[in-house]
């Protein structure tokens, strides 16, 4: 997934202007975009929503952002919308791998109540929303097999610190929110599961996305979390690799396997070790996905 928007569940507009964003994901939003008053209806939105649409074969993937565990809502979002057979759950505020698996027995029982294959709801997991959780990310991996992917937040990162800002006057991370967003790129990879940049909320700042998505692929991100559906096509077109990366990353690949167990390889003059083969590897592998 290149691009997943968020769309809050309370709005059917957007939820409608969601599929025809080009987004590969939509993440449904029953969490921070949802007033306390409204999450009831919400729910009733956000399920009608999955109803009517989850069986078209034309569609993004639609994932639901529940409340967090915390709040004592997360039942109560599960109990409506996984009936509705979400393909999965962004999973907010997590603290360590034992809430993911907390969140995955929860999902069996529900499977199991509406006759849905077990494992099939997937989990996404935001793991820097505060200071404790940073401490927690080395446990993720195995924590289940349900999960797909790992991403982080600045915002709520920011509140709990009770930092003023969480940019300085160029528009760069300052570096408590950059070392959490590397933090959460090497527990997801530690994890083997997607590493998701978060937002960059100046929807109206192209030239300032374009940058931070191609910083964010740069350093290994797989994809990018949106909050307008204009940014979609931006982070879309950074996140595909072009014609000329795949056609390389193939002759990689051939030229490993013609030369055998050779850890080191000669290709245009050229030298390519065995790093070169796992990054060309990884490339293929997710536009496979």
């Given at each position: 997934m290149r691009s997943l928007?968020?769309?809050?569940?309370?709005?059917?507009?957007?939820?409608?202007?969601?599929?025809?964003?080009?987004?590969?994901?939509?993440l449904l939003d029953l969490e921070?975009?949802?007033?306390?008053?409204?999450?009831?209806?919400?729910?009733?939105?956000?399920?009608?929503?999955?109803?009517?649409?989850?069986g078209k074969k034309e569609r993004p993937r639609l994932f639901v952002r529940v409340n967090a565990l915390d709040?004592?809502?997360?039942?109560?979002?599960?109990?409506?919308?996984?009936?509705?057979?979400?393909?999965?759950?962004?999973?907010?505020?997590s603290r360590h791998g034992g809430d993911v698996t907390h969140l995955d027995a929860k999902l069996t029982a529900r499977e199991a109540l509406h006759d849905i294959n077990e494992g099939s709801t997937r989990i996404l997991v935001l793991v820097t929303e505060s200071a404790q959780a940073l401490f927690?990310?080395?446990?993720?991996?195995?924590?289940?097999?349900?999960?797909?992917?790992?991403?982080?937040?600045?915002?709520?990162?920011?509140?709990?610190?009770?930092?003023?800002?969480?940019r300085n006057e160029r528009g760069d991370y300052t570096d408590p929110f950059r070392l959490a967003r590397a933090q959460c790129l090497f527990a997801a990879v530690a994890a083997e599961v997607a590493p998701i940049d978060t937002?960059?909320?100046?929807?109206?700042?192209?030239?300032?996305?374009?940058?931070?998505?191609?910083?964010g692929r740069r350093d290994g991100f797989t994809?990018?979390?949106?909050?307008?559906?204009?940014?979609?096509?931006?982070?879309?077109?950074?996140?595909?690799?072009?014609?000329?990366?795949?056609?390389?990353?193939?002759?990689?690949?051939?030229?490993?396997?013609t030369a055998g167990n050779a850890g080191v390889i000669s290709l245009d003059g050229q030298m390519y070790d065995q790093p070169h083969l796992k990054r060309a590897q990884r490339l293929l592998a997710r536009i496979a996905k």
């Open positions: 928007l968020f769309v809050p569940g309370d709005a059917p507009r957007k939820l409608e202007k969601g599929l025809a964003s080009g987004a590969d994901a939509l921070d975009s949802v007033a306390i008053d409204n999450k009831p209806k919400a729910r009733e939105i956000v399920s009608e929503y999955l109803n009517a649409n989850i709040t004592g809502m997360t039942d109560a979002d599960l109990d409506i919308v996984i009936a509705a057979r979400p393909d999965g759950i962004l999973f907010p505020k927690g990310l080395h446990n993720y991996r195995g924590s289940s097999k349900r999960l797909d992917g790992m991403t982080w937040g600045a915002e709520d990162l920011a509140a709990d610190l009770g930092a003023e800002t969480n937002i960059y909320p100046n929807f109206r700042d192209a030239e300032g996305l374009k940058r931070e998505t191609r910083e994809g990018k979390m949106a909050i307008h559906p204009d940014q979609v096509p931006v982070i879309n077109e950074i996140y595909t690799p072009s014609t000329e990366e795949i056609a390389k990353a193939q002759r990689l690949i051939a030229a490993f396997e």
